[in-house]
């Protein structure tokens, strides 16, 4: 038996840290994939630069988890 994407959740997950200036081109392109059944996540690491007020004005269908500090890479 052969599996088909609508069989599938995808998530794709976005780590975040002061990354406002690739956020939007990044959101922007994840919301325009063709996946019926893609979540996006945004894990932010504390940033200070307001990447995730942008993130809730511009794609309220993103789901956000924001850390209160950088966790680094793998923590985050």
Excluded at 64 to 75: P, S, V, W
Aim: some cysteine.
């Amino acid at each position: 038996m052969e599996n088909t994407v609508d069989e599938y959740s995808v998530s794709a997950v976005v780590l975040n840290w002061n990354g406002l200036r690739f956020l939007e081109p990044c959101l922007s392109s994840l919301e325009k994939q063709t996946c019926p059944s893609l979540e996006i996540i945004l894990v932010d690491n504390g940033s200070a630069d307001g990447s995730v007020e942008h993130a809730r004005r511009r794609h309220p269908r993103v789901r956000i988890i924001e850390n209160k500090r950088n966790l680094g890479y793998g923590a985050g």
